[in-house]
C-alpha cells in the first residue's frame, strides 16, 4: 500500500521554516566560539547548512554569500562516492574545488543525519570554514601566481574526518603534517565538527516534534517555496537582455586584462545568465572552480529578485547557465583557483551593472572589487608557535537612486557604504588588538580615504587606507589586490563620479619601494612597511553643484 503523501500547513511551514534558519545561525555560533584562528572567531569566514537526504541544501545561515547555494555541490559528491557506507557517526571532511570545493583553503566538514536505530541518512548537516592555512608554499595556501592545483596545498576529495569510535586518526596525521600551523588547523576542524554535531541534534529534535514524514515533506516544500517565490519576482521584471563587460587587471601572473562578460536574458519566469563571452582560463590563480560560480549567480538571484527568499536549491531552479569548460569560470582541472575570490567578486559587479541596465529601476554605481589580502608566516608573540596571519581590506560600494518595487514599496536613494567586503563577501576586518597579539606585524595606520566614493546627488563609499608594519624576523609575504588599473575603477551611475582605484604600496626598512604592481609573494624585512588603499565606490546621480551650475541664469528684460 502506497503512503499518502504528507503536506505541511502555513502555519507548520512557517514556524520549521524559521526553525531550520536558527539552527544553520545557532551552528554557525558553536564554530565561532571554539575556533581558534582570527579568520573564523573574528572575520567570520565560514558557512553553515543544513540538507535533505539527497544532498540537496534546504536551509542556509545568512553568513558568506560566496559559499551561497553551492555547498550541495560536496555534499552530493560525498554521497556518490560513499554511499555504500555511510553510518551513524560519519564526519566527512573535504576541499576539492573540482569536486564541489571553492579553494582549498574553504574547507567543508558535512555529518550524515541518522535517527535513533536508523538506516539510512535523514537529511545532512554541514560547515564550510576559510583555514588560514591549508598548506602548499605560501603561507595562507593562496597565490595568483600558482600555475596548477597541486601548488595549492592539500587536496581532499571526500574522506572520513571522524566515524562513531572517534576521529579518524590517518586522516588528522595527514592533515597536521600538511600545515603549518597544525594546533590552530586541527583545533579549527574539530571547532567545524562539533558545529555539525549541534545541527544534528537540532535537525533530530525537530524531526521528534514535527514527526518524520512531516520533516520529510517541509525539505521538498522549501524547495518549492524557494522556487515559486523566485518565479514569482522574475515575472514581476519586465523581460529583456542586456549585456555588461569588465575586467581583472591581468591574470595573476602579470598578462593581459582578463575579460568577463555577462548576458541577462529575462523571459516570464525564468532567466538566463550567459557567461559565454569570458575569458578562457589563464595561466595564474585567479580562475573560477564551477561551485563558486555557481554562487555568484544565486547572489545575483536574491539580488535582483527578493533577499527575503530562502537560500537553498529551490532558488536556482528558474534560472540557466552558460558558461562552456575551458572558461576562465569553469576552468578544466589542474588550473589553480586560490585566489578565485578576486575574479568573482567582479562577476558580480559586472552581472549588477548588466541588471541595472536591463532593469533601471534597480540600477546601483559599481563597487571596489579590488579585494586585498595578506598573508605571511611568522612566529608568534605570544605561544613562539609559528603561525599565518591573513587579514582581508574591503572598500565602498556604489551608490543607488530611488527606487520602486513591484508591490508598491518606494525607497529613497542612498550614498555607498564605507569600508566593507564588497559583494560576495561578509568577512570582518582584523582588529589591530588581535593582529598585534597573535601575529609579529603592527597596524601602523587604519583610516578611511577621504574622497576617495565617487561624488554625485548620493556619494560613493570610502575605502580603507591599512600600513602593516613587519616585527621580529624577516617573513614570506603573499599579497594581492584588484583594480589597481584607473581604467577598471567603480564606475558612477547617472551622472555620478567614478571611484578610487586601488593602491598597494610596499616599502623596505630604509623606506624604498618595493617593486610590486598588485600581487605576488616577497620575502619583507622587520621594519618594513605594506600599505593598501582600497577604492571607493561609485557615486549615483549628477550632483546638486553641477545641477545648478548647468541651469543658465534668467535674462532680465532691458
Given at each position: 500500500?502506497?503512503?499518502?503523501?504528507?503536506?505541511?500547513?502555513?502555519?507548520?511551514?512557517?514556524?520549521?521554516?524559521?526553525?531550520?534558519?536558527?539552527?544553520?545561525?545557532?551552528?554557525?555560533?558553536?564554530?565561532?566560539?571554539?575556533?581558534?584562528?582570527?579568520?573564523?572567531?573574528?572575520?567570520?569566514?565560514?558557512?553553515?547548512?543544513?540538507?535533505?537526504?539527497?544532498?540537496?541544501?534546504?536551509?542556509?545561515?545568512?553568513?558568506?554569500?560566496?559559499?551561497?547555494?553551492?555547498?550541495?555541490?560536496?555534499?552530493?559528491?560525498?554521497?556518490?562516492?560513499?554511499?555504500?557506507?555511510?553510518?551513524?557517526?560519519?564526519?566527512?571532511?573535504?576541499?576539492?574545488?573540482?569536486?564541489?570545493?571553492?579553494?582549498?583553503?574553504?574547507?567543508?566538514?558535512?555529518?550524515?543525519?541518522?535517527?535513533?536505530?536508523?538506516?539510512?541518512?535523514?537529511?545532512?548537516?554541514?560547515?564550510?570554514?576559510?583555514?588560514?592555512?591549508?598548506?602548499?608554499?605560501?603561507?595562507?595556501?593562496?597565490?595568483?601566481?600558482?600555475?596548477?592545483?597541486?601548488?595549492?596545498?592539500?587536496?581532499?576529495?571526500?574522506?572520513?574526518?571522524?566515524?562513531?569510535?572517534?576521529?579518524?586518526?590517518?586522516?588528522?596525521?595527514?592533515?597536521?603534517?600538511?600545515?603549518?600551523?597544525?594546533?590552530?588547523?586541527?583545533?579549527?576542524?574539530?571547532?567545524?565538527?562539533?558545529?555539525?554535531?549541534?545541527?544534528?541534534?537540532?535537525?533530530?529534535?525537530?524531526?521528534?516534534?514535527?514527526?518524520?514524514?512531516?520533516?520529510?515533506?517541509?525539505?521538498?516544500?522549501?524547495?518549492?517555496?524557494?522556487?515559486?517565490?523566485?518565479?514569482?519576482?522574475?515575472?514581476?521584471?519586465?523581460?529583456?537582455?542586456?549585456?555588461?563587460?569588465?575586467?581583472?587587471?591581468?591574470?595573476?601572473?602579470?598578462?593581459?586584462?582578463v575579460r568577463i562578460e555577462v548576458r541577462l536574458l529575462k523571459r516570464g519566469d525564468t532567466l538566463t545568465v550567459d557567461l559565454s563571452g569570458c575569458a578562457a582560463q589563464v595561466a595564474g590563480g585567479v580562475n573560477v572552480p564551477w561551485a563558486s560560480t555557481l554562487a555568484s549567480v544565486a547572489y545575483l538571484v536574491r539580488a535582483v529578485t527578493d533577499p527575503t527568499i530562502p537560500a537553498n536549491d529551490g532558488m536556482l531552479r528558474p534560472v540557466s547557465i552558460v558558461c562552456p569548460e575551458g572558461s576562465v569560470l569553469n576552468p578544466r582541472p589542474p588550473a589553480a583557483v586560490s585566489v578565485r575570490h578576486v575574479t568573482i567578486q567582479r562577476l558580480a559587479d559586472?552581472?549588477?551593472?548588466?541588471?541595472?541596465?536591463?532593469?533601471?529601476?534597480?540600477?546601483?554605481?559599481?563597487?571596489?572589487?579590488?579585494?586585498?589580502?595578506?598573508?605571511?608566516?611568522?612566529?608568534?608573540?605570544?605561544?613562539?608557535?609559528?603561525?599565518?596571519?591573513?587579514?582581508?581590506?574591503?572598500?565602498?560600494?556604489?551608490?543607488?537612486?530611488?527606487?520602486?518595487?513591484?508591490?508598491?514599496?518606494?525607497?529613497?536613494?542612498?550614498?555607498?557604504?564605507?569600508?566593507?567586503?564588497?559583494?560576495?563577501?561578509?568577512?570582518?576586518?582584523?582588529?589591530?588588538?588581535?593582529?598585534?597579539?597573535?601575529?609579529?606585524?603592527?597596524?601602523?595606520?587604519?583610516?578611511?580615504?577621504?574622497?576617495?566614493?565617487?561624488?554625485?546627488?548620493?556619494?560613493?563609499?570610502?575605502?580603507?587606507?591599512?600600513?602593516?608594519?613587519?616585527?621580529?624576523?624577516?617573513?614570506?609575504?603573499?599579497?594581492?589586490?584588484?583594480?589597481?588599473?584607473?581604467?577598471?575603477?567603480?564606475?558612477?551611475?547617472?551622472?555620478?563620479?567614478?571611484?578610487?582605484?586601488?593602491?598597494?604600496?610596499?616599502?623596505?626598512?630604509?623606506?624604498?619601494?618595493?617593486?610590486?604592481?598588485?600581487?605576488?609573494?616577497?620575502?619583507?624585512?622587520?621594519?618594513?612597511?605594506?600599505?593598501?588603499?582600497?577604492?571607493?565606490?561609485?557615486?549615483?546621480?549628477?550632483?546638486?553643484?553641477?545641477?545648478?551650475?548647468?541651469?543658465?541664469?534668467?535674462?532680465?528684460?532691458?
Amino acid at each position: 500500500m502506497t503512503a499518502r503523501p504528507v503536506s505541511v500547513d502555513t502555519v507548520s511551514f512557517g514556524v520549521l521554516e524559521a526553525a531550520m534558519r536558527a539552527v544553520c545561525e545557532e551552528m554557525g555560533a558553536a564554530l565561532r566560539r571554539s575556533s581558534y584562528s582570527p579568520i573564523i572567531r573574528e572575520m567570520l569566514d565560514f558557512s553553515c547548512a543544513i540538507f535533505d537526504p539527497a544532498g540537496r541544501l534546504v536551509a542556509q545561515g545568512e553568513f558568506i554569500p560566496a559559499q551561497l547555494g553551492a555547498m550541495g555541490l560536496v555534499v552530493r559528491e560525498t554521497i556518490r562516492r560513499h554511499h555504500d557506507t555511510l553510518a551513524p557517526g560519519d564526519v566527512f571532511i573535504a576541499n576539492h574545488p573540482y569536486l564541489g570545493g571553492a579553494h582549498t583553503p574553504d574547507v567543508n566538514v558535512l555529518r550524515p543525519v541518522y535517527a535513533p536505530r536508523g538506516r539510512r541518512p535523514v537529511g545532512w548537516v554541514g560547515t564550510v570554514a576559510h583555514q588560514a592555512d591549508f598548506g602548499g608554499p605560501n603561507p595562507g595556501t593562496e597565490g595568483a601566481g600558482h600555475a596548477q592545483l597541486y601548488a595549492e596545498g592539500l587536496i581532499l576529495p571526500p574522506v572520513r574526518l571522524e566515524t562513531a569510535r572517534g576521529a579518524v586518526e590517518t586522516t588528522v596525521e595527514v592533515i597536521g603534517a600538511n600545515v603549518r600551523d597544525p594546533v590552530s588547523t586541527l583545533a579549527d576542524l574539530r571547532a567545524q565538527a562539533a558545529a555539525c554535531l549541534v545541527g544534528e541534534r537540532r535537525v533530530l529534535e525537530l524531526r521528534a516534534r514535527s514527526g518524520a514524514a512531516t520533516l520529510g515533506a517541509m525539505f521538498k516544500a522549501l524547495l518549492e517555496h524557494a522556487e515559486q517565490r523566485t518565479r514569482a519576482a522574475l515575472r514581476a521584471l519586465p523581460d529583456g537582455d542586456a549585456t555588461a563587460t569588465g575586467f581583472l587587471d591581468d591574470d595573476g601572473v602579470g598578462g593581459a586584462p582578463v575579460r568577463i562578460e555577462v548576458r541577462l536574458l529575462k523571459r516570464g519566469d525564468t532567466l538566463t545568465v550567459d557567461l559565454s563571452g569570458c575569458a578562457a582560463q589563464v595561466a595564474g590563480g585567479v580562475n573560477v572552480p564551477w561551485a563558486s560560480t555557481l554562487a555568484s549567480v544565486a547572489y545575483l538571484v536574491r539580488a535582483v529578485t527578493d533577499p527575503t527568499i530562502p537560500a537553498n536549491d529551490g532558488m536556482l531552479r528558474p534560472v540557466s547557465i552558460v558558461c562552456p569548460e575551458g572558461s576562465v569560470l569553469n576552468p578544466r582541472p589542474p588550473a589553480a583557483v586560490s585566489v578565485r575570490h578576486v575574479t568573482i567578486q567582479r562577476l558580480a559587479d559586472t552581472m549588477v551593472r548588466a541588471s541595472g541596465r536591463l532593469w533601471p529601476e534597480i540600477a546601483v554605481a559599481g563597487h571596489f572589487v579590488g579585494f586585498f589580502s595578506l598573508m605571511a608566516e611568522g612566529p608568534s608573540p605570544r605561544t613562539g608557535r609559528a603561525t599565518v596571519l591573513q587579514d582581508v581590506v574591503g572598500g565602498g560600494t556604489g551608490a543607488h537612486g530611488p527606487r520602486r518595487y513591484a508591490d508598491g514599496r518606494r525607497v529613497e536613494g542612498g550614498h555607498g557604504l564605507d569600508a566593507v567586503d564588497t559583494h560576495l563577501s561578509n568577512v570582518g576586518l582584523l582588529s589591530a588588538e588581535v593582529c598585534e597579539v597573535e601575529y609579529p606585524w603592527r597596524l601602523v595606520r587604519s583610516e578611511l580615504i577621504r574622497g576617495s566614493g565617487g561624488r554625485g546627488r548620493w556619494q560613493g563609499g570610502r575605502g580603507v587606507r591599512r600600513t602593516y608594519e613587519v616585527l621580529g624576523v624577516a617573513q614570506r609575504v603573499v599579497l594581492y589586490c584588484e583594480q589597481t588599473e584607473p581604467r577598471f575603477r567603480p564606475w558612477g551611475e547617472g551622472g555620478g563620479g567614478d571611484g578610487t582605484p586601488t593602491r598597494l604600496i610596499v616599502r623596505d626598512p630604509a623606506g624604498h619601494r618595493v617593486p610590486l604592481a598588485s600581487k605576488g609573494t616577497v620575502v619583507l624585512a622587520p621594519g618594513s612597511t605594506v600599505t593598501i588603499e582600497t577604492g571607493g565606490g561609485g557615486g549615483f546621480g549628477v550632483p546638486a553643484e553641477v545641477s545648478r551650475a548647468s541651469v543658465r541664469p534668467r535674462q532680465q528684460a532691458g
